[in-house]
């Protein structure tokens, strides 16, 4: 039996009337990639938003190594371990590359030399070209962007990484190169992810296990093949978009 | 660790940098030939300059738009003047007093403020109405009746002194002191969390740091600093009322932080020095003829700055750097 | 403890009423261009400052009413916002606010001192008008000028609230105001929704100053006084439109009018600045709810 990283218990978020997590629970397994999908506005960055303290859930409980965690602020979120990227990059415009970094690692090394070493290394290890470090946030390309945002969360040290659509508007050779760079950090760092994603071909390739959502509920749980032919699923594609 | 490219917990360079700049500053009042007026005038760039450095900390740093330079400023002055003239007590100990003052204001105005969630837009409001609070309170207090320091020739205790000079010589010091904090905060932890909180909060957030926690750091610093400059500058008027809390004063030091570039100390001194240097020199000129002129350049420069060139004077200081080889680190 | 004379304190509430009137009028033009523009204005009441100068320059050489300067300076104003938007704001629409202000700071130092120039600090007040008497109800005493200046404020309110409701260029605003994406797709042209919206704003207070000046007197200082005002008013009102400003320009001009009543004309920005910090701190989405 793995160990449970992560478990969300009957959390439900409403913003005015509309319900847009609604009564959702689900456990994620040390060391694994689970991919988090449903179509639009199924309420996965909501969910995302409870899990890191953006918001508060209005019921249920999120629980991280056995921690209650819910209500946290997102800066004692992350201290706990669990860290995150955004949906739309959110890059510091006037900080370097290797400035943004080190701005993560400060969160364990307090010492800005020792951080900024810390950051050298884990810009190396999601391949980001040594001459890339000094340029400015506003000068890098989207690949760039979401590969630094990726550095500076993983220069956080955390158990867990939440991933929001880091494969949206990339070409596929650049998604390539994230999935290897993700597929390293199982392995090679050891660290637990949570993958929301729109894009099928990325998320069903890289992922151990998925999770749908629809309409703020968990409607499928299961391998990528098992999830891929269920009628529940295919349904609620089906009545927006196709697969 | 031992940082052998660091000296008193700044970069080498901009150690000589601030020294170097000192020493030239120095030699200024001998180059104006010890004349009263100018030697003045060269004092008044000079405190503007350091006042704006201390801005640069919460405005340049951590991004937030603070108009309320004068309110601590003169919470400095106005404590250390009164304590002087009512109590006789050497500014040595009415500076410090008017800092903790200072600091009180800035933790109860600041601590909610940043607890609420209060930015850009409000944060600039709620400043440049915290200086008009605070001045109709000393009005309330004292009325409109100025308060007169007492005069010696040259008194090192009192400091209080017949001519500019030490003032000025004083002020260089605090320049390069404020300077120095810059440069100690750029290089820190604490710099590293303010620049990314001004870039972007919720990112800032997520990466651990405690947002309101770091901004009322900074908010601290520099009250800190306008208060200590605020107890030179009386020194030097000899006289307090409730118009040190002057809102106007609030907002140039802000206007020149801006033109500055946002986060350069060095872009925020030039910009200090060259357009407080640009408004006296306007003010005895066409501003004699035309009352408002010196500034009404100022607003023109302003606006150019803003429409043409956001970065503002930084980025000319970044060119020149880049080309002149030497410079570069 | 400090003791207020009843009546004293119900005649301040009075004049309150109908100066927050006037204030609303001002704020209303500032909420026009926060809300639909996302323009951060720091200069708007500079403009109502220029407005009273210019209010005086045309009465006093007209020899008109004051209020009449309105027909010549409401469309005067129209275009000069329309040009001050084509000059400097349109560059530096989705700007960081931090450039926002600082653009509209230096546009407040040139009226400003503009002001300064041309009428050297000096007060003036145009010593005519029609609305000069007193009009007694029972105990109470208004002047005719704050009760007429009330009134047209009013009036005003009720024209723009038709105008955003009722109105094709109105919907457009509020569609803008909304979501300038889906209104630019709907094939409104924003630019010029937006340069309408400023014009509007900024004539609205060439009306304020026309009306302000049948009791007060034109002053290079009112432009802090009627920006931070403003600004306050519009926390304050939020996003609650027409209606939301209305409530609270009066709510801020019986807290002034309290203020003078309760400790001394010196303490009324005091009142309403601390209005402002709590406000700020308790109701960050304002009274009416604010984005």
Redesign the interface.
Same mark, same amino acid.
């Given at each position: 039996m793995p160990k449970t990283v992560l478990r969300v218990v009957d959390v439900v978020k409403r913003f005015g009337g509309i319900v847009a997590v609604d009564h959702m629970s689900m456990e994620v397994y040390e060391n694994e990639i689970l991919g988090l999908i449903g179509p639009n506005g199924a309420g996965k960055t909501t969910l995302f938003n409870c899990i890191?303290g *953006?918001y508060r859930p209005d019921e249920g409980d999120v629980y991280f190594m056995d921690e209650k965690i819910t209500g946290l602020?997102?800066?004692v979120i992350?201290?706990k371990g669990i860290?995150?990227t955004?949906q739309k990059v959110?890059?510091? !415009? !006037?900080?370097t590359v290797l400035?943004?970094v080190? *701005?993560?690692a400060?969160?364990r090394i307090?010492? *800005?030399?020792?951080?900024q070493e810390k950051a050298k290394e884990v810009l190396e290890f999601v391949g980001i070209e040594k001459e890339k470090w000094s340029r400015l946030?506003s000068e890098i390309t989207l690949i760039e962007h979401k590969l630094v945002d990726l550095a500076?969360?993983l220069a956080?040290e955390p158990k867990l990484l939440l991933l929001d659509e880091v494969a949206a508007g990339l070409r596929p050779h650049e998604m390539d190169r994230l999935a290897k760079v993700l597929l390293r950090i199982r392995d090679e760092k050891k660290i637990t992810m949570i993958v929301v994603e729109h894009v099928m071909r990325f998320v069903m390739g890289l992922s151990d296990r998925i999770v749908v959502m629809h309409q703020g509920r968990k409607i499928a749980e299961g391998s990528p093949q098992q999830v891929a032919s269920d009628p529940k699923v295919i349904e609620a594609y089906l009545g927006t978009k196709p697969l | 660790?031992a940082?052998p490219n660091k000296i008193l917990g700044i970069p080498r360079r901009n150690f000589y940098g601030i020294i170097v700049f000192a020493l030239i500053l120095s030699t200024v009042p001998a180059l104006l030939r010890f004349n009263t007026y100018y030697v003045y005038l060269a004092t008044d760039i000079i405190l503007i300059a350091s006042l704006v450095a201390a801005w640069n900390i919460i405005g340049g740093y951590a991004g937030q738009l603070d108009l309320a330079a004068s309110a601590y400023m003169a919470l400095g002055a106005v404590v250390t003047g009164n304590l002087l003239a009512f109590y006789g007590l050497t500014p040595w100990l009415g500076i410090p007093i008017g800092v903790l003052i200072a600091l009180g204001v800035a933790v109860a105005v600041g601590y909610p403020t940043f607890r609420f969630g209060i930015k850009e837009v409000w944060y600039a409001l709620l400043t440049a109405a915290l200086v008009v609070i605070l001045s109709r309170i000393y009005w309330l207090i004292y009325g409109s009746t100025e308060t007169y320091l007492p005069t010696y020739e040259w008194s090192w205790f009192y400091l209080r002194f017949n001519r500019y000079e030490p003032f000025y010589y004083m002020l260089v010091v605090m320049l390069a002191i404020v300077l120095w904090i810059n440069y100690r905060i750029r290089?820190?932890?604490l710099g590293?969390?303010l620049?990314?909180i001004?870039?972007?909060e919720?990112?800032?957030?997520?990466?651990?740091?405690?947002?309101r926690r770091y901004k009322l750091y900074a908010l601290m610093i520099y009250a800190t600093l306008a208060s200590i400059i605020g107890g030179i500058y009386v020194c030097i008027t000899g006289v307090v009322g409730y118009r040190n809390f002057d809102p106007w004063l609030g907002i140039t030091t802000a206007v020149m932080g801006i033109v500055g570039g946002l986060?350069s100390v060095e872009g925020a001194v030039m910009s200090g020095m060259i357009l407080r240097t640009l408004e006296d020199y306007l003010r005895g000129t066409i501003g004699s003829q035309y009352p408002g002129s010196h500034l009404l350049v100022y607003g023109i420069i302003l606006i150019v700055v803003g429409v043409l060139k956001p970065e503002g004077l930084a980025s000319l200081i970044e060119y020149v750097k880049k080309r002149i080889p030497w410079l570069k680190s | 403890m400090i003791s207020v004379e009843p009546m004293l304190l119900v005649q301040n509430i009075v004049n309150g009423v109908f100066m927050g009137l006037i204030y609303s009028l001002v704020a209303l033009g500032l909420a026009l261009i926060f809300g639909v523009m996302d323009i951060i204005n720091f200069a708007h009441g500079d403009f109502v400052m220029i407005g009273a100068y210019l209010t005086f320059l045309l009465a006093t050489t007209l020899l008109v009413d004051p209020t009449l300067t309105a027909f010549i300076t409401m469309p005067l104003f129209f275009v000069i916002g329309v040009a001050v938007y084509k000059g400097i704001i349109e560059r530096v629409l989705g700007a960081e606010p931090l450039i926002q202000i600082a653009v509209t700071v230096g546009l407040l130092m040139v009226l400003r001192n503009l002001a300064l120039m041309i009428f050297k600090a000096e007060p003036r007040g145009v010593p005519f008008t029609v609305f000069g008497f007193p009009i007694n109800v029972g105990p109470i005493t208004i002047a005719a000028s704050r009760l007429v200046a009330g009134i047209v404020s009013l009036v005003a309110l009720f024209l723009v609230h038709m105008l955003l409701t009722r109105t094709k260029w109105g919907i457009a605003m509020r569609a803008t105001a909304d979501d300038r994406e889906v209104a630019e797709l709907m094939g409104i042209n924003v630019k010029k929704v937006y340069a309408v919206t400023f014009g509007l704003g900024i004539s609205l207070t060439a009306l304020a100053a026309a009306l302000i000046m049948t009791f007060s007197r034109a002053d290079p200082y009112l432009g802090l006084l009627y920006g931070l005002l403003s600004w306050v008013i519009v926390a304050m009102g939020g996003l609650g439109g027409v209606i939301g400003v209305l409530a609270s320009g009066l709510i801020i001009g019986v807290i002034e009018a309290i203020g003078i009543s309760v400790v001394s004309a010196g303490a009324r920005e005091l009142f309403i600045y601390l209005t402002f910090f709590l406000i700020l701190w308790f109701r960050p989405r304002g009274l009416f709810g604010r984005r």
């Open positions: 890191t *953006v602020p997102p800066h992350i201290q860290a995150r955004w959110r890059p510091f !415009k !006037k900080l400035d943004a080190t *701005v993560g400060l969160l307090p010492d *800005v030399d020792s951080a946030g500076r969360a956080t | 660790m940082k290089h820190s932890k590293y969390y620049n990314a001004r870039e972007d919720l990112a800032a957030e997520a990466l651990g740091i405690d947002v986060g | -």
